[in-house]
């Protein structure tokens, strides 16, 4: 069964809304998750590190201030794209190691459609 | 700049027959490299993976091979099955976890 489970799993919004994505670790504590994006026949693309209780940490030209990512405990990640527009519409995949340097488990998805 | 390449974006084999996924990378850096399979609008899911420290994995009728000198890694799936039939991301890491993909490889698999 999942391990990391991920909400919603599509969402359409309006522009310059703002819209939040959850990730779950189900069965294990999660210090570290990350967030990633894809666009169409394209690889995933890291854009955050998520760290329980700090700051999280973004790749080169991803936007903190629009992409709010929050790690309040052991168990939730959550994505907060701000202000959406339709260039923001991709697949977001959260994903979580059970420990460090093993394989680490994705969430199901967010197919984001910005109108 | 590219560090993960899998330069096949697709491969068609027949069922029965080995299918061989290749990966290339640049980053000598790199100590832990995966496989992941993933269907349209589903997150990836774990296939195997492998340490710099062995040149080879296996795993029922998964194995994967790291050739360090070559920067090369490659996934061979015998038999191959029609419901192998995905998307088949090669990633690395530099013992943090954070993981860089390549851009993935469409395997059919015809009955």
């Known amino acids: 069964g999942a391990v990391v489970s991920q909400h919603p799993s599509w969402v359409i919004c309006k522009s310059g809304t703002s819209v939040k994505i959850e990730c779950r670790s189900l069965d294990f504590q999660a210090t570290t998750m990350f967030w990633y994006r894809q666009f169409p026949k394209q690889s995933l693309m890291l854009m955050a590190t998520?760290?329980?209780?700090?700051?999280?940490?973004?790749e080169q030209g991803v936007e903190k201030d629009k992409f709010l990512i929050n790690h309040a405990s052991l168990t939730l990640s959550t994505l907060t794209v701000t202000s959406a527009h339709p260039e923001d519409s991709s697949f977001y995949i959260c994903s979580a190691p059970r420990m460090e340097n093993t394989e680490a488990f994705f969430g199901q998805g967010t197919r984001l459609t910005v109108v | 700049d590219q560090q993960v390449k899998q330069n096949s974006p697709s491969l068609s084999v027949q069922e029965g027959r080995i299918s061989i996924l290749n990966c290339d990378y640049t980053?000598?850096?790199?100590?832990?490299f995966l496989w992941y399979k993933k269907y349209p609008a589903e997150g990836p899911t774990f296939l195997i993976s492998i340490s710099s420290i062995k040149d080879k994995n296996e795993d029922g009728r998964f194995t994967v091979f790291l050739n360090k000198s070559a920067k090369h890694l490659s996934l061979h799936i015998v038999p191959s099955q029609p419901g192998d039939s995905a998307v088949y991301f090669c990633?690395?890491?530099?013992?943090?976890?954070?993981?860089?993909f390549g851009k993935g490889t469409l395997l059919t698999v015809n009955p």
């Open positions: 980053n000598s850096m790199f100590d832990y």
């Open positions: 990633a690395a890491s530099v013992s943090n976890y954070k993981l860089t």
């Open positions: 998520s760290n329980e209780g700090s700051k999280a940490t973004y």
